[in-house]
């Protein structure tokens, strides 16, 4: 068949218009928030080639456990793509990519009630060496106060928008508010172990109903030590926290609800890991600034506590930047918190007039945790400082130690003591693990190997103020609760 020169020319434009790539950047990784407190917020943010991530792509080749810890040792980079890579392929063309792409990004912030009140920030560029993000601290903000979020993309040098996402975090209640308030706290995430394949883990579905005033997510993010593939670069680790956020479940939720982010060894490095340590090319220094300055929204210091109105008062403590080396022996010299983080907290408990007062940390402090663990104070080998904080925390009736770290649900009350501690739970089923159903301790008021969260919640009855916890499965059902007056 003959086609006249235009009508070819026509058909030969539409063709190839078929197999354009997106215009980009887009916001396939959706935006964070972080620290917040009553009149600051950190918003964050990524661009990337596409809008979501590639879900036709290869599977990660698995290195048997003799060579993960071949790879490892000898910290090869073109092995270790050789080995987890099929040949053939790139990095973003492997299942689950979200390749990163250049460009310039707007932030809008606005009280919901007074949308004129804008606080703008204009166009700049994301940091391509630091995995294509920007972050913007944003201040003078009013306590108890929703606002919405609204961040535009475009190509350098462009001025049309190639993309839009919008969201809102709320502040906390003044210190003297007086405020029923929902929280959240989960722990221990995996990309192979989410519970939806397309969507990601089921617990933000269930929460997102719930609409907390704040989630903290504790740790455990992310696993840079476990196949598909190990994270034995700095370029591998970014892959994985590009995969898991651009998970639909995990991008809608950050989007809409007020954060704080925790890390613990997983995400920091390596299992157990601890100052000294490597895992392939990256270094302990580099695993900890690449969670606290590139992946995540950035404070001045990794700790912080927050009121959250009257009745409530958060500790988020850190528990990888400060802490001596698990094999080093245990005395007064040895530490996970560090002595001036210690000092802080110890004199910050004290002062609070808070009814309530959360101490929320990665890993346990009560406990039981397994016998063959060594990096948290629930273990014998951080038993001098653990003793310590256990004594200190015994003199106050209205402080509840939350946790994650542990892959199974619990709550521990030693007794004859005001001593609490509420496990949260892996964030899948799949992935609850470590613990046997049948080995109940006494100091154990509940157990439950399986995923899930935790739930908690801040009221009052007139005029009696309560705090309850309630563990939650992966779908949202209450499978044990307890509760406090004071």
């Known amino acids: 068949m003959k086609y006249p020169l235009t009508a070819l020319f026509l058909l030969l434009f539409a063709l190839s218009g078929c197999n ?33 991530m590639n879900r036709t792509g290869p599977e990660f080749l698995v290195p048997s456990a003799e060579e993960h810890r071949r790879l490892d040792s000898l910290a090869d980079p073109d092995l270790i793509y050789k080995r987890q890579i099929p040949e053939g392929y790139s990095l973003d063309e492997m299942e689950g990519a979200c390749p990163g792409s250049n460009g310039e990004v707007k932030l809008t912030c606005y009280p919901l009630r007074n949308p004129e009140e804008k606080i703008e920030r204009d166009w700049s560029p994301v940091d391509i060496e ?13 306590p108890d106060t929703k606002y ?7 190509k350098t040098g462009i001025s049309k928008v190639s993309a839009q996402i919008s969201g809102a975090f709320r502040t906390p209640p003044a210190p003297d508010s007086i405020s029923d308030l929902t929280f959240c706290i989960v722990t221990c995430h995996d990309y192979p172990r989410r519970d939806d394949s397309i969507n990601g883990h089921k617990i933000y579905k269930a929460m997102i109903q719930m609409f907390p005033d704040f989630l903290v997510h504790t740790g455990d993010i992310e696993y840079y030590d476990k196949p598909g593939p190990f994270a034995l670069t700095e370029e591998l680790m970014r892959f994985k926290w590009n995969r898991i956020f651009a998970l639909p479940y995990q991008r809608d939720f950050y989007r809409q609800v007020t954060t704080y982010f925790m890390k613990d060894d997983h995400d920091a490095l390596t299992n157990d890991a601890y100052p000294g340590m490597r895992y392939g090319t990256v270094t302990w220094d580099r695993g900890l600034e ?17 009121r959250w109105g009257k009745d409530l008062q958060i500790w988020l403590v850190e528990g990888r930047n400060y802490r001596s080396k698990n094999t080093d022996p245990d005395g ?15 004199e910050a408990l ?5 009814t309530f007062k959360l101490l929320i940390t990665p890993d346990p402090i009560l406990g039981p945790d397994r016998d063959n663990k060594s990096d948290n104070y629930a ?7 653990g003793d310590e904080i256990r004594e200190f925390l015994k003199q106050f009736d209205n402080v509840f130690i939350c946790n994650g770290d542990r892959h199974w649900q619990y709550v521990t009350n030693i007794p004859g003591t005001t001593l609490w501690e509420f496990s949260c739970g892996a964030g899948s089923d799949s992935h609850a693990e470590g613990w046997n159903q049948n080995d109940v301790r006494p100091e154990h008021r509940f157990l439950r190997v399986k995923g899930g969260f935790l739930k908690g919640s801040v009221y009052r009855v007139d005029d ?14 209450v499978v044990h609760e307890e509760v406090f007056s004071k």
């Open 20 to 52: 354009k790539k997106p215009t980009g950047p887009y916001f396939g990784n959706g935006f964070h928030n972080g620290w917040a407190d009553q009149h600051s917020i950190v918003i964050w943010t990524r661009l990337t080639e596409n809008p979501e």
């Open 464 to 477: 009696e103020v309560f705090i309850k916890f309630q563990h939650c499965d992966v779908d949202g059902s």
């Open 350 to 354: 004290k002062e609070s007039d808070a």
């Open 379 to 385: 273990n014998k080998v951080f038993k001098y400082e």
């Open 130 to 142: 630091k995995n294509f993000t920007k972050q913007w601290r944003i201040d003078n903000l009013i």
């Open 332 to 346: 007064p010299g040895k530490t996970i918190w560090g002595k001036e983080q210690k000092e802080w907290l110890f």
């Open 148 to 154: 919405v979020v609204e961040i535009a993309a475009r």
């Open 290 to 306: 690449i969670f606290d300055k590139e992946q995540f929204p950035s404070n001045d210091l990794p700790y912080k506590t927050i």
